[in-house]
């Protein structure tokens, strides 16, 4: 019985397979196959058009930001130089206004300094007397 069972699955699936073989050779399926691969090839064309747009948008945004790179350097350079101007002009002008003061008003607060210093020297001494006198006057 075993032996029955599998000689006609053989022989049917031969059959299938030598129908199906003729199905996918007929006219019919030829239309169909040509159909399928117009429209494949259809869908590769409008794929392809569409990648070529992309790149070209892409290569004008790129150029594009260059561009603008660019100008942003050109303008930080520019106000890099005028910032060096501006400091030049600045120290030039602070090297004329040191050479206009008088001398006198160096040395004045030079002066100043030292007798503020004196000044508090004997406001000091001033006060250790003092507490010497209290202690002194303390001990008698």
């Given at each position: 019985m075993k032996a029955w069972k599998g000689i006609a699955l053989f022989a049917g699936g031969t059959l299938f397979g030598l129908w199906g073989i003729k199905m996918l050779c007929s006219k019919d399926a030829?239309?169909?196959y040509t159909h399928c691969t117009a429209g494949v090839l259809r869908a590769k064309d409008y794929v392809f058009d569409q990648a070529?747009?992309?790149k070209e948008n892409c290569a004008d945004i790129y150029e594009e930001a260059k561009a603008i790179n660019e100008e942003r350097a050109q303008k930080a350079k520019e106000a890099e130089v005028d910032d060096w101007e501006d400091?030049?002009?600045e120290a030039v002008e602070a090297?004329?206004?040191k050479a206009e003061e008088p001398?006198?008003?160096k040395t004045s607060t030079k002066k100043k300094a030292s007798k503020v210093k004196t000044e508090s020297k004997t406001?000091?001494?001033e006060t250790k007397e003092e507490t010497m006198s209290k202690k002194t006057s303390k001990k008698k």
């Open positions: 030829k239309k169909v070529t747009s992309v400091i030049e002009a090297e004329e206004v001398k006198e008003k406001k000091d001494e």
